[in-house]
């Protein structure tokens, strides 16, 4: 295979990639509601994965969808699958492809399901590239106020409530719930991918009271166990979504490097 995103520069301390800003890219392809998405994956970065794994004609889905950023990958000629539980995130995805068949009438298919991945899949495709949910990261139970002047926490926490009505949302789940829910998930995932086929998992480590919580070396650990050969590990330099902007303004530790984690099937 050729070197992974080639075409991007990458920070010269850590080696991280560094991708440009995709707001302008994002706002000319979705409706504007997507950018109160707290957690999109990145677009260039999307696209430097299915540009690695995939070749025009191959079925590239995501389970746990969002707003439907993977949608790009069909106005490269690949057939797309996006499924999410939660029932306003599918209709922005609806709202979504339809301003980009207006846009691009010649894009590949693409499949839009509504329902909890773990009851749908599995369903067969060349590669999954996913931004999989953190446990107990969309569980805001009350909205906090008062606290900070800038009102930043109580937006978020309005964010998330609005946008998690499904409660069974993995994000939703503590830690130990969570565990075997998503080794449920990629055992499904595995089986939904074809012979030869890949699983691009991106995802960050997470901060549980003051201490960095291994995420990725649980996923990692998952996946191998599964029978899945690791083919690429690296990571990324995060700008700082909108929960590690805030995080970080009020003093408080951050995860800024985040893993593209890339598995194949073998045949």
Same mark, same amino acid.
């Given at each position: 295979?050729t070197?992974?995103?080639?075409?991007?520069?990458?920070?010269?301390e850590?080696?991280?990639?560094?991708? $440009?800003?995709?707001?302008?890219?994002?706002?000319?392809?979705?409706?504007?509601? %997507?950018?109160?998405?707290?957690?999109?994956?990145?677009?260039?970065?999307?696209?430097?994965?299915?540009?690695?794994?995939?070749k025009?004609?191959?079925v590239?889905?995501?389970?746990?969808?969002?707003? +439907?950023?993977?949608?790009?990958?069909?106005l490269?000629g690949?057939? %797309?699958?996006?499924?999410?539980?939660?029932?306003?995130?599918?209709?922005?995805e609806?709202?979504?492809l339809?301003?980009?068949?207006?846009?691009?009438?010649?894009?590949?298919p %693409?499949?839009?399901?509504?329902?909890?991945?773990?009851?749908?899949?599995?369903?067969?495709?060349?590669?999954?590239?996913?931004?999989?949910?953190?446990? +107990?990261?969309?569980?805001?139970?009350?909205?906090?106020? +008062?606290?900070?002047?800038?009102?930043?926490?109580?937006?978020?926490?309005?964010?998330?409530n609005?946008?998690?009505?499904?409660?069974?949302?993995?994000?939703?789940?503590?830690?130990?719930?969570?565990?075997?829910?998503?080794?449920r998930?990629?055992?499904?995932?595995y089986?939904?991918?074809?012979?030869?086929?890949?699983?691009?998992?991106?995802?960050?480590?997470?901060?549980?009271? +003051?201490?960095?919580? $291994?995420? %990725?070396?649980?996923?990692?650990?998952?996946?191998?166990?599964?029978g899945?050969?690791?083919?690429?590990?690296?990571?990324?330099?995060?700008?700082?979504?909108?929960?590690?902007?805030?995080?970080?303004?009020?003093g408080?530790?951050?995860?800024?490097?985040?893993s593209?984690?890339?598995?194949?099937?073998?045949?």
């Amino acid at each position: 295979m050729t070197e992974f995103a080639k075409d991007y520069p990458r920070d010269d301390e850590t080696g991280w990639l560094l991708f $440009p800003s995709d707001t302008s890219w994002r706002r000319s392809l979705f409706p504007e509601e %997507v950018m109160r998405h707290p957690a999109k994956m990145q677009m260039h970065l999307e696209k430097a994965i299915i540009d690695y794994v995939s070749k025009p004609g191959d079925v590239i889905m995501d389970p746990t969808a969002g707003t +439907g950023s993977v949608m790009i990958a069909a106005l490269e000629g690949r057939l %797309v699958i996006c499924l999410d539980i939660e029932e306003r995130y599918h209709q922005l995805e609806q709202e979504g492809l339809e301003r980009m068949q207006r846009l691009h009438p010649d894009m590949a298919p %693409v499949t839009l399901l509504f329902g909890d991945c773990r009851f749908l899949l599995p369903i067969p495709c060349n590669h999954i590239i996913t931004s999989p949910p953190y446990a +107990g990261a969309l569980s805001a139970r009350k909205i906090r106020k +008062g606290k900070y002047a800038d009102d930043a926490f109580e937006k978020l926490d309005r964010q998330m409530n609005e946008y998690t009505q499904n409660p069974r949302n993995l994000g939703k789940l503590n830690n130990f719930l969570y565990n075997q829910a998503m080794e449920r998930a990629y055992k499904l995932y595995y089986e939904s991918i074809q012979p030869g086929g890949t699983l691009t998992l991106v995802l960050k480590d997470r901060i549980k009271q +003051g201490e960095r919580f $291994p995420l %990725v070396a649980w996923a990692d650990r998952v996946c191998l166990k599964l029978g899945l050969k690791p083919i690429l590990h690296d990571k990324w330099k995060t700008p700082g979504i909108q929960f590690t902007q805030i995080n970080k303004m009020h003093g408080l530790e951050v995860v800024e490097d985040e893993s593209i984690m890339i598995y194949r099937k073998e045949g």
